[in-house]
Every structure is written in structure tokens, then in C-alpha cells.
């Protein structure tokens, strides 16, 4: 089986091109791809499959415009409903392989229809969709307990303002989380503000831990960011940088929906035994 590794910043996955949907990604497959020390090693698997061919009940609605779906796994096997850097590599990957030339295009995700754009190199860009924003809810993670935002980017997240430098915190431990608030997991998003309009965050995934970066929390985190700073995301027009572990991301809230922008890199092809 071929596979490719790709990041964006530094959230990595092996993705694998199965167009005909004729592979059977078993969860533990999935696991065994995403281990750093047996397997390849990853936060996640995306697998490339035509949306014609791909199983029944993945595309929200039943219909998508887009030749592509993104089958998202992460590191545990378990499947989620969108990945933000997922989605760009994604993008890179087909532009990439000529499975798509440069430009604006459509992938199919089991969170709808997100519409990329990007040239032929540098950075690729996501229409996010628009936030689903909720009340509060409150986690104990990295030694403390800390009340953020509920937000769904097809997705859930908790996304956290915390007092201290998020640069100290140990997030090798799961954080502990309401199962009624969030009865399907929730990635945890922890940020400080670094300056105007600018945060730095750490990530808790759902189903992969503590990863260097994660665009749907970016978003998310952009989102608790601005209404703490009394913007509502879905009528204010604003910019937002991110800083990760991995690097950095921009997100662009405009006329309701959220962009996500960044670098995608490919590094490697390979075989897998
Ligand atoms: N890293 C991703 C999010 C991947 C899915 C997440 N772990 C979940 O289970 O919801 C991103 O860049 O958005």
C-alpha cells in the first residue's frame, strides 16, 4: 500500500489514496498507520476517495458538488466529522498528484461540503463554515479546572481562556470533561492572549491527545477569543492569529462563515509492507 505524509503545521497525517473505496480501514489498521514507534506515526489518517464511491451515509444530505471526500481517522481509529489542516493537506495532496488542479474546489467531509482554495504551492485556505456557538462548560485538564466555550465546527470543542502561559502546561494526561455537555468527546482548547487580535493555544484531541496543531480548534479558539473580546464572530468581520505548537494559523471571520489559512506540506511518499 502507497502511502503519503503530509502537516499542516506540524498536525501530521498518512494520507492514502483508496478511490474506489475499495480499502478496508479497520480502526486498529488506523492505529497501527498512526503509531510513532510501530507504524508510520501520525495524529491521523485521510484517506482519498471519490465521494461516488464513498460508504453510504458519510456524506451528510446524502449529495455533495465535490469529486473528493475526505475520510478522517484519528490516531485511535476513531472517525471524526472534520479536521481543519486535514482538509487543507487534503487539498494539497490532490493539486499535488493532479487530482485537482489549483484554484477554489469543493472536498466532501462528513461535516459538508468545505470549499479550499490554493495555488499550485503555498498556503491553502478553508471556508470553515460558520461556527456553532453554546453556552459554557468547564474541564480539568493540565492540573487545573478551566470554564470555556462550547463551539461545534461539525466538530466539538471546549475552547478555554486561561490565566497562565499555556507554554508551562502538562497535557499528557486526558482531560476530564461533562459526558452531558459532550456525549461524543470533545477536543480542549487552551489559549492565552499574546496580543491585539493574536493568541497562542495547546490542543487536547479528541481520539489523538495532545497535538502540535488543530484547525478546527483554531477556529474554535479564534471564536471564544472574539466574543471574549465582545466581536460576535457571525456579524463582526475580524482576523485572528493563532500560534501553535506547530507553527501559525490565521483565521478569518467574514459575512458569517470562518476562514482557516495556513501552510499544508507533503514530505514523504512511501511504501507501506
Ligand atoms: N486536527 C484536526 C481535528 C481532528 C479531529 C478531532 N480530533 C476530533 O475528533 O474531532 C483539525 O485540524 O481540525
Do not use: Q
Amino acid at each position: 500500500m502507497r502511502f503519503t505524509k503530509g502537516h499542516g503545521t506540524e498536525n501530521d497525517f498518512v494520507i492514502i489514496a483508496d478511490p474506489d473505496g475499495e480499502l478496508d480501514l479497520s480502526a486498529s489498521r488506523v492505529a497501527f498507520l498512526c503509531d510513532r514507534r510501530g507504524g508510520i506515526g501520525a495524529d491521523g489518517v485521510l484517506r482519498v476517495v471519490r465521494t461516488k464511491a464513498a460508504e453510504p451515509g458519510s456524506v451528510p444530505g446524502g449529495g455533495s458538488d465535490a469529486e473528493w471526500f475526505m475520510d478522517y481517522r484519528n490516531a485511535d481509529g476513531s472517525v471524526a466529522e472534520m479536521c481543519g489542516n486535514g482538509v487543507r493537506v487534503f487539498a494539497r495532496y490532490l493539486v499535488d498528484s493532479g487530482l485537482a488542479g489549483p484554484g477554489t474546489f469543493p472536498v466532501a467531509t462528513r461535516g459538508g461540503d468545505k470549499i479550499v482554495t490554493l495555488g499550485a504551492e503555498g498556503d491553502v485556505s478553508v471556508d470553515m463554515g460558520a461556527p456553532v456557538i453554546f453556552g459554557s462548560s468547564s474541564v480539568d485538564v493540565a492540573g487545573g479546572t478551566y470554564t470555556g466555550r462550547k463551539v461545534s465546527m461539525g466538530n466539538p470543542h471546549l475552547a478555554c481562556r486561561i490565566g497562565d502561559p499555556v507554554a508551562g502546561l502538562d497535557l499528557s494526561v486526558p482531560p476530564v470533561f461533562s459526558a452531558e455537555d459532550f456525549p461524543e468527546g470533545v477536543n480542549v482548547e487552551l489559549f492565552e492572549p499574546v496580543g491585539d487580535r493574536h493568541v497562542t493555544m495547546r490542543v487536547y484531541e479528541r481520539g489523538s491527545g495532545e497535538t502540535r496543531s488543530c484547525g478546527t480548534g483554531a477556529v474554535a479558539t479564534a471564536v471564544a477569543a472574539a466574543l471574549l473580546a465582545g466581536s460576535d464572530p457571525l456579524t463582526e468581520d475580524s482576523e485572528w492569529t493563532v500560534d501553535v505548537l506547530g507553527g501559525t494559523v490565521v483565521v478569518v471571520f467574514a459575512g458569517g462563515t470562518s476562514h482557516l489559512r495556513g501552510p499544508a506540506t507533503l514530505v514523504a511518499d512511501g511504501v507501506l509492507r
